[in-house]
């Protein structure tokens, strides 16, 4: 049964920086788009960043952009989320998905792996 799971996520400081990590067992997803969404008490799961299977395109929702950066390691079978510059409104559990299927980037519903979520916290 193929797994994802995340790890690194933490409490920061506003300002701070973390980088969480998704590792992918069951199966090899080095072919597939990867992505990052995040979900804070009470909001719908939220879309963050998408990268190609190559790692040559990457895509970010405009509230992160400029601050975080997805990364993969296709021999390790590992996606990875660089976070700086946090803001407390980055609080969120952050999950890891894998698109095996079609549809919008965006929309969580295009996706068909997800890990259990990691816990951000940022404190101003």
């Known amino acids: 049964q193929p797994q994802l799971v995340e790890s690194g996520g933490g409490l920061v400081q506003a300002g701070g920086s973390l980088r969480l990590s998704c590792a992918a067992s069951?199966?090899?997803?080095?072919?597939?788009?990867m992505g990052w969404f995040r979900q804070a008490p009470g909001q719908a799961r939220e879309f963050v960043a998408v990268?190609?299977?190559?790692?040559?395109?990457?895509y970010y929702a405009d509230s992160v952009q400029g601050r975080f950066a997805i990364s993969r390691d296709n021999a390790k079978n590992t996606v990875n989320l660089q976070m700086n510059s946090l803001k407390p409104e980055d609080s969120a559990v952050y999950y890891c998905a894998a698109r095996i299927s079609s549809g919008s980037l965006r929309s969580p519903a295009s996706y068909d792996y997800w890990g259990q979520g990691t816990q951000v916290t940022v404190s101003s």
């Open positions: 069951g199966r090899t997803f080095s072919s597939n788009i």
């Open positions: 990268i190609s299977w190559s790692g040559g395109s990457t």
